[in-house]
């Protein structure tokens, strides 16, 4: 069995986005050499989220205005902002969820017809890390 590790870094320049990942993620797949096993991809941080969804930006309107509504932005109304203005975004992340497992097939992401990988960002405006992990043969 083989395993490979990729980090990738994005910087999104809004507070609040999401970023269609699909295309580096095929890339760290190209690069493991990989054809047959199981792709994880997660956010290294507490803040974002690593989602499948539509490749539609109607859809990632609709995303960001319903989390806003569930967890609005509140540099005061959240028991976490001691210090910092970010108990939304850590509430967003929940919702949006951690992590995607894929699996790979014959060289491939096996995705179903509409299914595509988004970087859920929460807190953005700075670096943050998304881990890429292939096992497989
Ligand atoms: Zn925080």
């Known amino acids: ?9 994005v910087t999104t320049k ?3 986005d999401i970023v269609h990942i699909t ?4 890339e760290a797949l190209r690069e493991s050499g ?7 991809v997660n956010p290294m941080h507490i803040t974002a989220s690593i ?8 859809l990632h309107a ?3 205005e319903w989390l806003e509504h569930l967890a609005p932005y509140n540099p005061k109304g959240y028991r976490h902002n001691v210090g910092e203005d ?17 699996a790979v ?15 859920g960002e929460f807190d953005g405006q700075r670096p943050k890390r998304i881990l890429i992990k292939i096992i497989g043969e």
């Open 1 to 9: 069995m083989k395993s490979f590790r990729k980090e990738i870094t």
């Open 14 to 16: 809004k507070r609040y």
């Open 23 to 26: 295309p580096l993620v095929e």
């Open 34 to 40: 990989i054809r047959e096993g199981i792709c994880l």
């Open 51 to 58: 989602f499948i969804n539509d490749n539609e930006s109607g």
């Open 62 to 64: 609709d995303f960001l």
């Open 86 to 102: 970010n108990g939304d975004a850590h509430l967003k992340r929940q919702i949006m969820g951690r992590e995607a497992v894929i």
């Open 105 to 119: 097939t014959n060289g491939k992401l096996d995705f179903g017809t509409w299914e595509q990988i988004f970087y």
